[in-house]
C-alpha cells in the first residue's frame, strides 16, 4: 500500500484524536437572573468572561434575542454558548423557509434546547452551559432554564451559577405577580449587586434585557452604585475562629 492509500484510508477510518470533548470550561461567564414582569420578561446578566480565575474578558454579551418571541442568556462555557447560538440560528432559519404565518414561541425553544443539552449528555460530550430562556407570545409570558444534563424547569423567576444561592432568596421574598418593569429593573440590580459582592467572576458592568410582545430590547452596558465600607467587608475575618 503506497502513502497516499495509506492516508486515504486513515482519513476514512479517522483516529482518536479526531474526537474531542470538552473536559473542562475553559473562558466562563457567571450568573443570569431572569423574571416575570407585568408586560413580560426581565432578564440581567453581567459581561464579563472568566480564564480560569482571571478575567480576562469585559466586553461578553450573554443575553441574545432568538427568533420573534424568545430572550437567551447562558452563563458557563462562552464557546459552548456560540455553538448553541448556531443551533438555535439553523432552527429559526429553518421554521422561517416554511412562511406558514407561524414561529417558534419560547416554550417551543426552550423544549429545543433541552433535548439538545440532554442529548449531548447522553453523548459524554455536554455543552457546559446553564441556560435561561424566557419569552412572551399570544399574550402568554414563559419562563425556564435548562441545565449542562438537561435538567429543566418552569418557574416566575431564575437564575443560574451563584445567583441560585444567593439572588433566589431575595426574589422569592421581593418578587410578585404584577411587578412594573421599573420595580422588577430595581429587584434584578439589588439581585446583581450582591452577586458583584460576593461572586468573585462578577464584574460591574451589566445588560438588563427586556421581551414583551412588541419584541426584545436589550440595554447599553452600565454599572451599579456600590458601598464597600460595610465592616464585614473591611474585617471579614473578625470574630471567625480558625481563619488566618
Same mark, same amino acid.
Request: aromatic share 10%; proline share 3%; with cysteine.
Given at each position: 500500500?503506497?502513502?497516499?492509500?495509506?492516508?486515504?484510508?486513515?482519513?476514512?477510518?479517522?483516529?482518536?484524536?479526531?474526537?474531542?470533548?470538552?473536559?473542562?470550561?475553559?473562558?466562563?461567564?457567571?450568573?443570569?437572573?431572569?423574571?416575570?414582569?407585568?408586560?413580560?420578561?426581565?432578564?440581567?446578566?453581567?459581561?464579563?468572561?472568566?480564564?480560569?480565575?482571571?478575567?480576562?474578558?469585559?466586553?461578553?454579551?450573554?443575553?441574545?434575542?432568538?427568533?420573534?418571541?424568545?430572550?437567551?442568556?447562558?452563563?458557563?462555557?462562552?464557546?459552548?454558548?456560540?455553538?448553541?447560538?448556531?443551533?438555535?440560528?439553523?432552527?429559526?432559519?429553518? $421554521?422561517?423557509? =416554511?412562511?406558514?404565518?407561524?414561529?417558534? +414561541?419560547? #416554550?417551543?425553544?426552550?423544549? @429545543? &434546547?433541552?433535548? !439538545?443539552?440532554?442529548?449531548?449528555?447522553?453523548?459524554? $460530550?455536554?455543552? =457546559?452551559?446553564?441556560?435561561?430562556?424566557? +419569552?412572551? #407570545?399570544?399574550?402568554?409570558? @414563559? &419562563?425556564?432554564? !435548562?441545565?449542562?444534563?438537561?435538567?429543566?424547569?418552569? $418557574?416566575?423567576?431564575?437564575?443560574?451559577?451563584?445567583?441560585?444561592?444567593?439572588?433566589?432568596?431575595?426574589?422569592?421574598?421581593?418578587?410578585?405577580?404584577?411587578?412594573?418593569?421599573?420595580?422588577?429593573?430595581?429587584?434584578?440590580?439589588?439581585?446583581?449587586?450582591?452577586?458583584?459582592?460576593?461572586?468573585?467572576?462578577?464584574?460591574?458592568?451589566?445588560?438588563?434585557?427586556?421581551?414583551?410582545?412588541?419584541?426584545?430590547?436589550?440595554?447599553?452596558?452600565?454599572?451599579?452604585?456600590?458601598?464597600?465600607?460595610?465592616?464585614?467587608?473591611?474585617?471579614?475575618?473578625?470574630?471567625?475562629?480558625?481563619?488566618?
Amino acid at each position: 500500500m503506497d502513502s497516499n492509500q495509506a492516508a486515504k484510508q486513515h482519513s476514512l477510518v479517522g483516529s482518536e484524536a479526531d474526537s474531542q470533548r470538552t473536559l473542562y470550561p475553559y473562558v466562563t461567564g457567571t450568573s443570569v437572573v431572569a423574571l416575570k414582569y407585568k408586560d413580560g420578561i426581565l432578564m440581567a446578566a453581567d459581561m464579563g468572561g472568566s480564564y480560569g480565575s482571571t478575567l480576562r474578558y469585559k466586553s461578553v454579551e450573554r443575553l441574545k434575542a432568538v427568533g420573534k418571541h424568545s430572550l437567551l442568556g447562558a452563563s458557563g462555557e462562552i464557546s459552548d454558548f456560540q455553538e448553541i447560538l448556531r443551533y438555535l440560528d439553523e432552527l429559526i432559519l429553518y $421554521d422561517n423557509m =416554511w412562511d406558514d404565518g407561524n414561529s417558534f +414561541g419560547p #416554550k417551543e425553544v426552550h423544549s @429545543y &434546547l433541552t433535548r !439538545v443539552m440532554y442529548n449531548r449528555r447522553n453523548k459524554f $460530550d455536554p455543552l =457546559w452551559n446553564s441556560l435561561v430562556l424566557g +419569552g412572551v #407570545k399570544n399574550g402568554q409570558k @414563559y &419562563l425556564g432554564m !435548562v441545565s449542562m444534563i438537561g435538567v429543566n424547569f418552569e $418557574d416566575n423567576h431564575v437564575a443560574t451559577g451563584f445567583g441560585n444561592h444567593l439572588a433566589r432568596p431575595l426574589l422569592r421574598d421581593e418578587w410578585h405577580e404584577n411587578l412594573s418593569f421599573e420595580d422588577g429593573v430595581k429587584l434584578l440590580e439589588k439581585c446583581m449587586r450582591v452577586l458583584l459582592y460576593r461572586d468573585r467572576s462578577a464584574i460591574n458592568k451589566l445588560q438588563i434585557a427586556k421581551i414583551t410582545e412588541e419584541g426584545v430590547t436589550i440595554s447599553p452596558p452600565y454599572a451599579l452604585k456600590t458601598f464597600w465600607g460595610f465592616s464585614a467587608f473591611e474585617n471579614p475575618t473578625v470574630g471567625a475562629e480558625g481563619s488566618w
